[in-house]
């Protein structure tokens, strides 16, 4: 993944994949539908839909007169809702998608936390057997890569507010133990007593507690990488990128909006950015 520094801070941008995309053709139906014009098409599969659908074909069209004069002669854009793309995005943070679910209509899935932070509790509840406890934590959550900010001075602090945190709640919690580690794992904490190092790798070998519960997901901060796949229709993700690809934007969900934008397709592009309109 591409770095940058910024503020004199050093970033990991997101990377962003193409997963999906509908096609102009249902949007192209969609318009001809409402004004029975299909014979008026450009596009052979469009002009002969009502007698003989091929959706292959229509499914396929990279151009649509129609549709680039509703978008852009009468801003008639609730027809481009009938296309959609979506997209994976890996490392992005939790900041970012805060802003990110602001876009209403969407669908959004995220990488969960508490299904997906064991490695992290692992290393704390590891890091009790050492004499220091906190560099033990700090180096195995450094090499795990979950952070947007990768400024290794500034993920010290960042890290020992995470360790503070659980240390907190060890010292609170009588069931922190049961709550944390998977129990067929448990029995390894005796196993390895005063071993950090091969307490974590047992640890990390075994069976993962897939949900630690919502209880140790105040450990994390908005720089805590998610990864997560969207789907936009094309009008919801013209709003997106007008508001979010714009220097009045946050500069991270900007690096976001722009690598989506380099994955979509121009045929897309076309009807929803004057930049690509005369393409």
Known sequence: ????????????????????????????IAARTCYDSFDNSENE??????????????????????LANLAWVHHHHSIIEHASLSFLVQGTSRGVLQEHARHRLQAI??????????????AFVASL?????????????LAL????????????????????????????????????????????????KGDSQTLFEAFQMGKKKRNVGDGFKHIVSD????????????????????????????????WLAQAMKEVTPPKYLKLIDKKYKDL
């Open 109 to 122: 899935s995220v990488r969960s936390t508490r299904y997906t932070m064991s490695s992290v509790i692992n």
């Open 145 to 192: 890569n979950l952070f947007v900010v990768i400024d290794k001075s500034y993920l010290a602090i960042e890290i020992k507010a995470m360790y503070d945190k659980l240390q907190f709640q060890y010292q609170k919690d009588s069931d922190f133990l049961t709550n944390a580690i998977a129990k067929s794992s448990l029995p390894l904490i005796e196993e390895c």
């Open 223 to 254: 720089n805590w990488k998610v990864d997560m796949v969207v789907t936009f229709n094309i009008r919801s993700l013209k709003n997106y990128f007008d508001l979010r690809d714009s220097g009045a934007a946050w500069f991270q969900i900007q």
């Open 45 to 66: 599969c469009v002009k002969t839909a009502m007698e003989h659908l091929d959706t292959d074909a229509i499914n396929n069209i990279e151009d649509s007169d129609l």
């Open 1 to 28: 993944m591409e770095k940058i520094t910024m503020y004199h801070i050093e970033y990991e941008k997101p990377k962003v994949t193409l997963l999906q995309e509908s096609g102009l053709g249902v949007a192209e």
């Open 129 to 141: 057997e050492s004499e220091d406890a906190f560099a033990f934590f700090l180096e195995k959550v």
